[in-house]
C-alpha cells in the first residue's frame, strides 16, 4: 500500500491540471524556468518531474521513435542511453482519441575522470508524450530520478529481468497517478 500523498497542480495558468507527490516544489519558485516547461523538483532536490510542451516530431518513422527523438534532445549528449521498454497507454481523462505513449529508459554518465569525481551512476527515466497532432505539438511529461551510488540496492535494480528497484517502483506509481489525473482543460495556449 502506498504512503505518497498526491496534491493537484495547476500547469501553464490554468490550461492543464495533474496530481503530483505532494513533497514536490514548483522549480520556478526558484529558479528561471523556460516558459515551454512546468518544472517540480522534490525536496532533495534530485528527483524531478518535467512537464513541456516542444515542437511534434515530423520525420520519424513512428511515434516510438518520435519519442526517442525527444528524449535524445533531452539527455546530455554524452550520456550513454538504455531503452527498457516503450508502449501505447491511455491518459485517462484525454481518452483514447489523442495517441500517447510511455517508455522507460536510463542514461549513464561517461565514466569519472577518478574515483572521488561522482557517485552518480544512471538516471532513471519515465517518460510520457502525447502528441497533439492539430497543433504540431507532443506533450511530454519525464519523470528522472538520479541513481547515486549507496541510495538503492543494485540487486533490486534489474531492468531487463526482474525488478526496477525501490527508487524506479515510486517513481512507477507517480507516473500511474499523472496518467490518471492529467487533464487539459483547455488548448488555447498552444496557439
Same mark, same amino acid.
Given at each position: 500500500?502506498?504512503?505518497?500523498?498526491?496534491?493537484?497542480?495547476?500547469?501553464?495558468?490554468?490550461?492543464?491540471?495533474?496530481d503530483l507527490p505532494e513533497g514536490f516544489v514548483d522549480a520556478s519558485d526558484f529558479r528561471?524556468? %523556460?516558459?515551454?516547461q512546468e518544472v517540480y523538483m522534490d525536496n532533495t532536490g534530485r528527483a524531478s518531474i518535467? /512537464?513541456?510542451?516542444?515542437?511534434?516530431?515530423?520525420?520519424?518513422?513512428?511515434?516510438?521513435e518520435a519519442m526517442h527523438v525527444h528524449l535524445k534532445d533531452i539527455v546530455d549528449p554524452?550520456?550513454?542511453?538504455? &531503452?527498457?521498454? $516503450?508502449?501505447?497507454?491511455?491518459?485517462?481523462?484525454?481518452?483514447?482519441?489523442?495517441?500517447?505513449?510511455?517508455? /522507460?529508459?536510463?542514461?549513464?554518465? %561517461? %565514466? %569519472?575522470?577518478?574515483?572521488?569525481?561522482?557517485?552518480?551512476?544512471?538516471?532513471?527515466?519515465?517518460?510520457?508524450?502525447?502528441?497533439?497532432?492539430?497543433?504540431?505539438?507532443?506533450?511530454?511529461?519525464?519523470?528522472?530520478?538520479?541513481?547515486?551510488?549507496?541510495?538503492?540496492?543494485?540487486?533490486?535494480?534489474?531492468?531487463?529481468? !526482474?525488478?526496477?528497484? $525501490?527508487?524506479? @517502483?515510486?517513481?512507477?506509481?507517480?507516473? @500511474?497517478?499523472?496518467?490518471?489525473?492529467?487533464?487539459?482543460?483547455?488548448?488555447? &495556449?498552444? !496557439?
Amino acid at each position: 500500500m502506498s504512503t505518497v500523498k498526491f496534491k493537484n497542480v495547476y500547469l501553464w495558468g490554468g490550461a492543464m491540471k495533474v496530481d503530483l507527490p505532494e513533497g514536490f516544489v514548483d522549480a520556478s519558485d526558484f529558479r528561471q524556468i %523556460p516558459d515551454h516547461q512546468e518544472v517540480y523538483m522534490d525536496n532533495t532536490g534530485r528527483a524531478s518531474i518535467v /512537464l513541456e510542451v516542444v515542437e511534434r516530431v515530423q520525420d520519424a518513422a513512428n511515434d516510438i521513435e518520435a519519442m526517442h527523438v525527444h528524449l535524445k534532445d533531452i539527455v546530455d549528449p554524452k550520456d550513454r542511453l538504455n &531503452f527498457w521498454w $516503450e508502449r501505447a497507454i491511455t491518459i485517462s481523462k484525454i481518452g483514447p482519441q489523442i495517441p500517447a505513449y510511455s517508455l /522507460l529508459a536510463t542514461a549513464h554518465p %561517461p %565514466p %569519472p575522470k577518478n574515483d572521488s569525481d561522482s557517485t552518480h551512476i544512471m538516471t532513471g527515466i519515465l517518460m510520457l508524450m502525447i502528441r497533439i497532432e492539430e497543433h504540431g505539438t507532443d506533450i511530454l511529461v519525464s519523470i528522472n530520478i538520479p541513481h547515486h551510488s549507496g541510495t538503492y540496492d543494485e540487486l533490486q535494480c534489474r531492468l531487463v529481468d !526482474g525488478p526496477q528497484g $525501490e527508487l524506479l @517502483d515510486k517513481a512507477s506509481e507517480w507516473r @500511474d497517478r499523472i496518467v490518471d489525473t492529467l487533464e487539459v482543460v483547455s488548448l488555447d &495556449f498552444l !496557439g
